[in-house]
């Protein structure tokens, strides 16, 4: 059973707002919700992490329902240099867990 | 964040040999690392958990023969691939956990091509 369901791809233009929405239905009242950017042959980058409600950082922001069973990853104004995967997590807190990545969603910006 | 450094950042070797990938905390003790193996346009495997000072813990699937794992200290885990085939080109990628946090730290990658 998979523990999070994403689009495979999406398509955005420099500018626009790109929301990305990860399902994780089964996730467990410890989970906490990941997301990661990966550019090809690089190793992934930690963008966001969230519990509940909204998270904001620099670089994004992440959404989560009150039932937490999805949330949506928030990219303002992207650019041609946010063309990447991005990976959504739901792993436990705590040191000493892998983590599991899902399919990804690739995120292809045009100009 | 922690800095992890991976070394070589690609490599070839002919089919047979035996290559060595190495990957540093540089800022961080990890006492667990983990190494992935991605394949083009497929997400990251896991592929076993390293474990300083003791033995690594491999996934299902993951021959701990092929996929030699040493932990020798808090900043430096290696993989070595031996008897590499061809069907072993792929991208290996390790990471560090922060202690206390689900926030991972991944090298930059190592590309092993196998001819």
């Known amino acids: 059973l998979a523990k999070t369901t994403q689009p495979i791809s999406m398509d955005s233009y420099e500018g626009q707002e790109v929301n990305i929405t990860c399902s994780h239905n089964?996730?467990?009242?410890?989970?906490?919700i990941t997301w990661y950017q990966q550019f090809p042959s690089q190793g992934p980058r930690f963008i966001i992490q969230?519990?509940?409600t909204k998270v904001t950082n620099e670089v994004a922001s992440l959404f989560i329902p009150a039932d937490r069973k999805s949330s949506t990853l928030s990219l303002p104004r992207v650019s041609l240099s946010d063309t990447a995967v991005y990976y959504c997590?739901?792993?436990?807190?705590?040191?000493?867990?892998?983590?599991?990545f899902g399919g990804g969603t690739r995120l292809m910006v045009k100009p | 964040g922690a800095v992890v450094s991976q070394h070589p950042s690609w490599v070839i070797c002919k089919s047979g040999t035996s290559v060595k990938i190495e990957c540093r905390s540089l800022?961080?003790?990890?006492?667990?690392m983990f190494w992935y193996r991605q394949f083009p346009k497929q997400s990251l495997m896991l592929m076993a958990t390293?474990?300083?000072?003791?033995?690594?813990?491999?996934e299902q699937g993951v021959e701990k023969d092929k996929f030699l794992i040493n932990h020798a200290s808090l900043t430096l885990s290696t993989l070595t691939v031996t008897s590499a085939h061809p069907e072993d080109s792929s991208f290996y990628i390790c990471?560090?956990?922060?202690?206390?946090?689900?926030?991972?730290?991944f090298g930059q990658g190592t590309r092993l091509t196998v001819v």
């Open positions: 990471s560090v956990l922060a202690h206390m946090n689900t926030e991972a730290f």
């Open positions: 089964n996730i467990a009242t410890n989970d906490y």
């Open positions: 969230g519990y509940k």
């Open positions: 997590l739901v792993e436990k807190s705590g040191a000493g867990n892998m983590l599991t």
């Open positions: 800022d961080f003790q990890a006492t667990t």
């Open positions: 390293s474990n300083e000072g003791s033995k690594a813990t491999y």
